[in-house]
């Protein structure tokens, strides 16, 4: 089994930064892609970014204001995110791509209001 414990989510004010992180373990072999989704309400799951050794990739919506990183050695997945909008406020799910199979985690709530 493998299990993705997400934390750092919570409430901030517009402009503010969020690091949020997710720690895999368990039977954890040969990650390929680590990332991160969200989930607003009423809408579907979109891509945030994701990392697939250093190779980077993030939704249009991000414009330079996060950063996806990982910790091999910890197979943890970090995502910085600054200048946050009020239209970032959604569930952000990280997510892992093994061989036979990919996993996610169970959300962390991220709230932009003043």
């Known amino acids: 089994q493998v299990q993705l414990v997400e934390s750092g989510g919570g409430l901030v004010q517009p402009g503010g930064s969020l690091r949020l992180s997710c720690a895999a373990s368990g039977n954890i072999f040969g990650i390929s892609n680590m990332g991160w989704y969200r989930q607003a309400p009423g809408m579907q799951r979109e891509l945030v970014a994701v990392?697939?050794?250093?190779?980077?990739r993030y939704g249009d919506f991000v414009k330079g204001r996060f950063t996806i990183s990982r910790d091999n050695a910890k197979n943890t997945v970090y995502l910085q995110m600054n200048s946050l909008k009020a239209e970032d406020t959604a569930v952000y799910y990280c997510?892992?791509?093994?061989?036979?199979?990919?996993?996610w985690g169970q959300g962390t709530q991220v709230t932009v209001s003043s």
């Open positions: 997510k892992i791509w093994m061989p036979l199979k990919d996993y």
């Open positions: 990392i697939t050794g250093g190779v980077r």
